[in-house]
């Protein structure tokens, strides 16, 4: 009857294994441990390390067979070769470590078995022969535990630094990346992301908006062989019946490996025979194809080659590789809606100069006729033509008043124009800003009776100073105050207020009007806007006062601003910066 398995804790195995390790170290048995087909040591005791002639950890990472004399290091290679290949442990095999010593010695190599079957280490024991059969059964048993003690630290130490090497490398993918502000940095970037393995390079293929295939770039890590792979991208262009690259992930957008016959199949796809000797010196091995997809459409593809011919993507390899094309085809895609966002800017400053020109033309050409057509209306109202009845004379006061109303709708159309082309001339001074405030209400002040309003008065600072262009600050209230009157009732009322806020100086008007709703504040600054649409409601304008008045204050390095309440009134501020504080800053 056997006995249950014992589980030991954690902390009682490292301690076994540590006493194992104590144990080879300080043995006289020479022992060491080698990994892969190459025999590279990553565990030797001391007295392994003085008979083979290594030195102590120095050859720790190179291969055995670099170790010793020329023909002991064959001999032991040829026994290690055959363990390795075979899959099975050798026992008392003799070596020819020193050809003329007078003692023999003989080599037990254990095997370890991966989880694909193949061998992926070594074991290593060298002694003189005639030891006992216990002692040898003794020292391969503490020999297995040393092996998977040292694959365990040996893996755990790869894997750390593979992990590292790949974080490394994505955080310096991800800073490429992102200085990439439009598609054709970005383009350039992904061209210079290759794995960080040794002798890899890549090529990056792209779509068009057509869906044409198009050879970005190559990158090699190599800077000698770069600028063969410079060379070699202005002649070979991807094809669509091409195994690898964009054109394999037409038809299915997934990440493909090509690992046998790479040479035949990239000497297909070479489109010539002058591109191969090319193809040769950057390196001919594996292909791992990534597709770079963003938002579900597929952008392109990076291939990735190695120079190794037997080089196999490890599973990490092809995460690190998806990883940086999801990366990248999210670059790529935020690149090319940047670059239709600056083609759609433009096409609007486009437009909206056009629009802006149009209007200063047509404006232009429309004041000359009105203009004649006031002068003509006044002639005929003066009898220069004969004599004018009652009933002609109020007939010319309403074509005269039609005349000026489109000539002042052509002024602001005018004005709106010159601002948004940068068609106005600013004088920039101090400016008293309850004197400025007060002579726009001298200039409008009969329109309050004549529209049955209570103008409140004016307060504030009288000191109060502000930089701006005096003509440009007058006109900017006018509008204000007409804005106000047009759009209070009879019986309401308005008032005026001058005030600083820190570094700057504003001039309020209130009144208590119709008032605007919350919704439509910015709105009313847009051109053309009005609060009441109908043609019959509109009083006397086309919407462009505030417009051009925000315009105005902007140039100045000021502000327009508005708040109101529905039914109760408005608030239009405009803010300028303050003399003083220039003075003093």
Known sequence: MGYP?????????????????????????????????????????PAFSRLA???????????????????????????????????????DEPIDLYPDAQIGFHVNVWPVVAQHGGTSALGIEIREPGV?????????????????????????????????????????????????????????????????????????????????????????????????????????????????????????????????DVEIKLAASAHGSEHLPALRQLGLGPLLTVPLIARGKLL?????????PGFVYRPEDIDLAEDLAGRGALALDNAQVYDLAVT??????????????????????????????????DLLDMGLRGPVTPQQRADFARVKSNQQHLTLLITEILSFARAGSGGISYDIKDVNACDAMKHAIDLIEPLFAQKGLVFD?????????????????????????????????????????CMAHGATV??????????????????????????KESLADRGGGIGLGLAISRDLAHAMKGDLTLTSTLGKGSQFTLSLPSAAKQDGG
């Not at 400053?349 to 429309?366: I, P, Q």
């Not at 000191?463 to 105050?481: F, H, K, W, Y």
């Not at 009144?511 to 051109?527: M, N, S, Y």
């Open 5 to 45: 398995r014992q589980v030991l804790p954690r902390a009682t195995e490292l301690s076994i294994q540590a006493a194992l390790q104590r144990y080879v170290q300080d043995s006289a048995m020479p022992f060491a441990v080698t990994s892969g087909r190459e025999h590279i040591v990553v565990y030797a005791n």
């Open 53 to 91: 002639s290594l030195g102590i950890g120095d050859r720790i990472g190179e291969p055995v067979a670099t170790a010793g004399n020329a023909s002991g290091s064959r001999s032991l290679r040829a026994t290690l070769d055959r363990a390795f290949d075979a899959g099975r442990e050798l026992v």
């Open 132 to 260: 006992s059969g216990d002692s040898r059964e003794l020292q391969r048993q503490v020999a297995e535990k040393m092996i998977l003690a040292a694959l365990r630290e040996r893996g755990s130490a790869e894997e750390s630094e593979a992990a590292r090497r790949r974080a490394a490398f994505l955080a310096e993918a991800g800073r490429f990346l992102a200085e990439s502000v439009d598609q054709a940095s970005t383009l350039v970037a992904l061209t210079r992301l290759v794995l960080p393995t040794l002798g890899a390079w890549c090529i990056v293929d792209i779509l068009d908006d057509s869906g044409a295939i198009r050879r970005l770039g190559i990158y090699h890590s190599d800077p000698e062989k770069q600028i063969i792979a410079r060379k070699l991208e202005t002649g070979w262009q991807p094809e669509p019946n091409d195994p690898f690259g964009a054109a394999a992930m037409l038809y299915e957008p997934r990440t493909l490996t090509i690992t046998e």
């Open 300 to 308: 392109g593809a990076i291939t990735f080659v190695n120079s190794q």
């Open 344 to 377: 759609l800017q433009r096409s609007a400053e486009t437009a909206n100069r056009a629009k802006t020109a149009f209007l200063g033309a047509m404006s232009h050409e429309l004041r000359t006729p009105l203009n004649a057509i006031g002068g003509y209306i």
């Open 457 to 497: 008065g004016m307060s504030g600072d009288g000191s109060l100073i502000a930089r701006g262009d005096p003509e440009r600050v007058t006109q900017i209230l006018v509008n204000l105050l007409s804005n106000a009157i047009k759009f209070t009732p009879s019986g309401g009322h308005i008032k005026a207020e």
């Open 506 to 531: 504003s001039m309020q008007i209130s009144d208590t009007g119709i008032g605007i709703e919350r919704e439509k504040l910015e709105a009313v600054f847009e051109p053309f806007v009005q609060l």
